[in-house]
């Protein structure tokens, strides 16, 4: 049949553009499968894996969010929000950067059963004492904290969450530990479990009519649950290092090693997590909850559409680790092309079906659509972020797994300087959309420049 010719009734203008629309589908998908065979099978098997888990946790964060939007006013929404900013952004000092130097020395000790043991045993013990003493140090703050952001709830539900940041460090560490050993489908159903958690605690905390403040007692479950659940696999290591014997002074040479990579990798994961809350938290500082909360709705599916590069970049690491130690240039190359190019056509993809389907969304998940209507325009911002830049992202850690945590720091630390500058000048004119404008152009300007520092520092294109 002609493209010209009428389709089921329809006006040939029309036929004609749904014809254009189908070949542009399938020629999309055609490039897909190009870039997918680019990559190793093990590799796409996980990627699989991780997009099925990606796509539960996505659900389930949505899911998470919504309740808290149709059972609560839009502040407590935004106290929420900025309760998680801050509870996220500490876990990364209360990590000292283990989860970095445990994906990094895991992958090297691939093969070789007693170091990679006595490199799990060693990162859990630098983590239990770090989370532990920045566990009492968030309960010390609280309350001036609620004082900066004028919200006194703020205090009670970082009161609430605080034994949550002590579980979620180690169960960070243990599921970096599972990424250093391309444990993906494990990592991959460890981190889908997460959410679903959560929504479960949430659903029986709205159920149980639990004050908004309080709501932050739901990380407590679903933390502690994940905690159960990281600890089966990581009792092989534990064993393996208890049959070694006395074996103090390497596992002290390891821990020594964790720190050492760790701290000096640590800013760059606070800067990271500054980089996607300062938002929030610059919201939270200049406007009210109300206006956060609107945000927060907004950034609930940016945040989720962002976790798909985070998603390849998690499978992508332990390889370029690999790749890098052996000096594999023209392998690792490779790898970043075809990856690369299959993460760029899959986000663009969901990115662009998730802007379009979100009033629909709002309306049926709410029931408040008039309320939460300024919120689209926001996400429509920020989505041109996450899908620019969604490439590069997959990859920005090649320096950190190329043993250059310093330099990786500090593209981090001009990134994260221009982000809040920017910040600073758009939320006070233009309030959520504001800050969704500053944080687009942050994200475009950080793949800039890390692309250029990895260029010349490595000789590699991404």
């Known amino acids: 049949m002609s493209t010209t010719e009428p389709l089921l009734g329809v006006p040939s203008t029309c036929a004609a553009g749904l014809s254009g629309l189908d070949r542009a589908a399938k020629t999309w998908w055609q490039r897909v499968m190009q870039a997918r065979h680019g990559l190793d099978q093990r590799l796409r098997g996980d990627v699989t894996v991780g997009l099925i888990s990606l796509v539960l946790v996505a659900i389930a964060g949505l899911a998470v969010n919504t309740l808290v939007g ?9 106290q ?24 990094k020395f895991v992958a090297e000790a691939h093969g070789d059963v007693r170091r990679e043991a006595l490199v799990v045993v060693s ?5 239990l004492v770090t989370s532990t003493v920045a566990s009492m140090a968030f309960w010390g703050i609280r309350q001036p904290l609620a004082d900066l952001m004028r919200s006194e709830p703020l205090a009670v539900g970082l ?10 460090t180690i169960n960070k560490v243990a599921m970096a530990v599972f990424n250093g050993q391309r444990r993906m489908r494990l990592y991959a159903g460890l981190q889908a479990a997460r959410p679903v958690l959560l929504m479960i605690a949430l659903g029986v905390a709205v159920t149980a009519r639990v004050p908004g403040s309080q709501l932050p007692v739901i990380f407590i479950v679903a933390e502690g649950l994940l905690l159960m659940a990281c600890a089966i696999p990581l009792l092989g290591p534990l064993r393996t290092v208890y049959r070694m014997g006395n074996e103090t ?15 000096r990798s640590v800013l760059s994961g606070v800067l990271l997590q500054l980089n996607t809350r300062i938002d929030v938290l610059m919201l939270g500082l200049w406007t009210t909850d109300h206006v956060v909360g609107l945000y927060a709705l907004a950034a609930t599916f940016s945040e989720g ?10 499978n992508f690491n332990p390889l370029l680790a690999q790749l890098s130690a052996g000096n594999k240039t023209a392998e690792l190359q490779r790898l970043i092309h075809d990856g690369k190019r299959y993460v760029m056509l899959i986000v663009g993809a969901i990115t662009i079906l998730c802007v379009a389907l979100f009033p629909a969304w709002i309306s049926l998940a709410t029931g408040r659509l008039n309320e939460y209507w300024s919120s689209w325009p926001m996400l429509a911002i920020l989505a041109v972020g996450v899908a620019g830049s969604a490439g590069s992202v997959a990859f920005r850690q090649l320096l950190l797994q190329a043993g250059y945590p310093g330099t990786y720091t500090g593209v981090l630390v001009a990134c994260c300087a221009v982000n809040a500058a920017i910040n600073v000048l758009l939320i006070p004119l233009w309030g959520g959309c504001g ?21 010349r520092t490595l000789c590699v294109h991404v």
């Open 80 to 103: 929420f929000s900025q309760i998680f900013a801050l509870y996220a952004l500490v876990a990364q000092l209360a990590a000292a950067g283990c989860q970095y130097s445990a994906v």
């Open 70 to 78: 149709r059972y609560y006013p839009p502040e407590v929404l935004g």
């Open 249 to 263: 002074r390497e596992l002290w040479s390891h821990a020594r090693s964790h720190l050492s990579f760790g701290l």
């Open 305 to 314: 559409l962002s976790q798909l590069p985070l998603l390849f970049r998690r």
């Open 435 to 455: 800050a969704a404008v500053a944080t687009t152009l942050a994200m475009l300007a950080s793949v800039l420049v890390m692309r250029q520092i990895i260029r």
């Open 159 to 168: 009161a609430w969450i605080t034994p949550a940041l002590f579980m979620f």
């Open 123 to 127: 990162g859990l013990a630098v983590t």
